[in-house]
């Protein structure tokens, strides 16, 4: 499995939740971030094999015992380990109470998960998988950590099946102000290429479960069209 450095995989981190208005985030690894006026420390690691030979199929993570744990451990705020692979873009994440009682317990804290289920998650999707110790874990796509932050003590709750809300972008978007879609299309609108633009966020939306007609998607696009000539 292929590893980014620390810098770039807080880059990919960001940049999935930097569209929305509100979000704030502090340096370095773990860090503190503000969602949705929601408050917690995260922790992002890139997963990899734990070469257990009968069992190939297992991934992992491991926390080393930290000094910054000692913090976060005291503090009444929600930490959310999420383990990063980057050859299918794929989050994994493990329950934040447990994760947060098992902090600097040893020298290095493995939480594990398994690369089948890291292949094999759709893009609308948060996958709940179950390890052999019955240990429940949630694994989806980058691009849909914000649905992952809106529902994330609902997907933990135990012995239950948790009802995903859907983002309030997702009923609320009438213009476009994500930062990386916008990259995307506005040179597009540039070269009067509207309709390519239109099909281009239609399937950018599509992938974080926010559908609207052909329509509607033509409707806002044309809207940021005309402002960027008016």
Do not use: C
């Amino acid at each position: 499995m292929r590893k980014l450095v620390a810098k770039d995989l807080k880059i990919k981190f960001i940049e999935t939740l930097n569209e929305l208005n509100g979000f704030h985030y502090e340096q370095g690894n773990p860090f503190f971030i503000t969602f949705r006026k929601n408050k917690y420390f995260v922790f992002i690691k890139n997963l990899s094999p734990a070469y257990f030979k009968n069992s190939p199929d297992v991934t992992r993570i491991q926390l080393p015992y930290s000094n910054h744990f000692l913090k976060i451990f005291k503090a009444d705020i929600p930490f959310i380990i999420l383990g990063y692979d980057v050859d299918t873009d794929t989050v994994v994440s493990w329950n934040p109470i447990k994760v947060k009682e098992r902090l600097n317990a040893k020298s290095n804290v493995s939480l594990y998960s398994r690369s089948s289920l890291q292949e094999n998650v759709n893009f609308n999707e948060l996958k709940i998988g179950y390890l052999s110790n019955g240990e429940r874990i949630i694994v989806f796509k980058r691009s849909n950590l914000i649905r992952f932050f809106d529902n994330v003590f609902d997907l933990f709750e135990e012995n239950t099946t948790p009802k995903i809300k859907t983002t309030k972008q997702s009923k609320n978007l009438i213009e476009i102000e994500d930062k990386e879609l916008l990259r995307i299309i506005r040179p597009l609108l540039k070269k009067n290429k509207v309709l390519q633009a239109v099909e281009e966020t239609s399937a950018y939306y599509e992938r974080k479960n926010i559908n609207k007609t052909f329509r509607d998607w033509h409707n806002i696009v044309s809207k940021l069209y005309r402002n960027m000539n008016s």
